[in-house]
């Protein structure tokens, strides 16, 4: 087994096929087809499905891919070690929309002026979908907000304290309980979202499916038609430092559902070198920011804040 036919095995999964990865990898497709046969044959068993010229990865392939994924990963970071250059590659980070807007600038600006060779690329997207992407191997690392279940093949940074907050139109009635709330459209991220799990259970689940939800992917549309009146919405409080919260009205709600700790969350024994200067620069951040650490390591990510839905 050659680590060229990795390369090559791999490109076909990730361009869907053997021409588009022919074109990638500078080859004729007869030798990429040639050179996958070939792998297949060393590895004694079929990788691929074919069928009308699509290629659909067997249950060994899947397999494969992963061990493909790692070794060529091992390479490429055994030869950078032997050259002592500084990390580089493309650095893929998944996100919660609030965490990037007000968590990562500074955290990604400094890693990019410290490792200027790392093309950094970010997605954001709701807790459930940014681990998803992790599992997927769709991005690196992401930061979220709660693991919905214990995962042995993640490992977990704990990183920034969230609290939410209940927000509505300064003309609201008072808010005290959930009864104060009846009647309200409630404005979230889809289903998916941490943040929105909390409000379920803040209500409760029936009482949630009573009003009227009013979906959206941005803090900035949700805290503008807050306080226009259209409803009622729970937000990170770091959100409402980076938007216009004059009109606005913000409650408390009780603390088993206001607390949240962002961590950041990859599969263990895949980190790039790129990756591991990530996380040691925001190990290094916790170590200079003392209270942060301190509150940052009082929850056990393995047994969320928040109940899991």
């Known amino acids: 087994m050659e680590l060229s036919d990795l390369k090559i095995f791999k490109s076909v999964v990730a361009e869907g096929g053997i021409v588009r ?62 050259r002592h250059t500084a990390p580089d590659g493309v650095l893929k980070l998944g996100s919660l929309e609030s965490t990037a807007a007000g968590r990562l600038p500074a955290v990604l600006a400094k890693y990019h002026r410290t490792f200027p060779q790392v093309q950094l690329e970010l997605v954001t997207g709701t807790n459930d979908a940014m681990l998803r992407a992790v599992q997927e191997r769709r991005v690196d690392a992401a930061f979220v907000a709660e693991l919905s279940e214990r995962s042995d093949n993640l490992s977990v940074l704990p990183l920034f304290p969230e609290r939410v907050v209940l927000i509505c139109a300064a003309a609201h009635r008072p808010i005290r309980s959930t009864a104060d709330v009846q009647g309200d459209s409630v404005i979230a991220f889809p289903s998916g979202c941490a943040y929105r799990r909390a409000f379920e259970h803040w209500l409760g689940r029936k009482g949630f499916a009573t009003l009227r939800v009013l979906e959206m992917n941005s803090y900035h549309a949700i805290v503008a038609c807050v306080a226009a ?16 919260d004059r009109h606005i009205t913000r409650y408390a709600i009780p603390r088993a559902h206001e607390t949240f700790i ?11 070198r790129a990756l591991v200067a990530l996380i040691e620069s925001l190990k290094s951040a916790q170590m200079n920011v003392r209270g942060q650490r301190k509150r940052a390591h009082v929850t056990n990510w393995q047994v969320s804040p928040t109940p899991a839905a």
Request: proline share 4%; no cysteine.
């Open 21 to 82: 990865a022919g074109r990638v990898l500078h080859r004729v497709p007869s030798n990429v087809s040639a050179r996958v046969k070939q792998l297949e044959r060393s590895v004694g068993t079929r990788l691929f499905y074919r069928s009308k010229q699509r290629l659909t990865l067997t249950p060994h392939g899947e397999r494969l891919l992963e061990y493909a994924e790692r070794l060529l990963r091992l390479s490429e970071e055994a030869h950078a070690a032997m």
């Open 229 to 244: 009146g259209a409803g009622i919405a729970l937000v990170p409080e770091s959100v409402l430092e980076i938007v216009d």
């Open 262 to 272: 962002t961590p950041l969350v990859w599969r263990t024994q895949e980190a790039s």
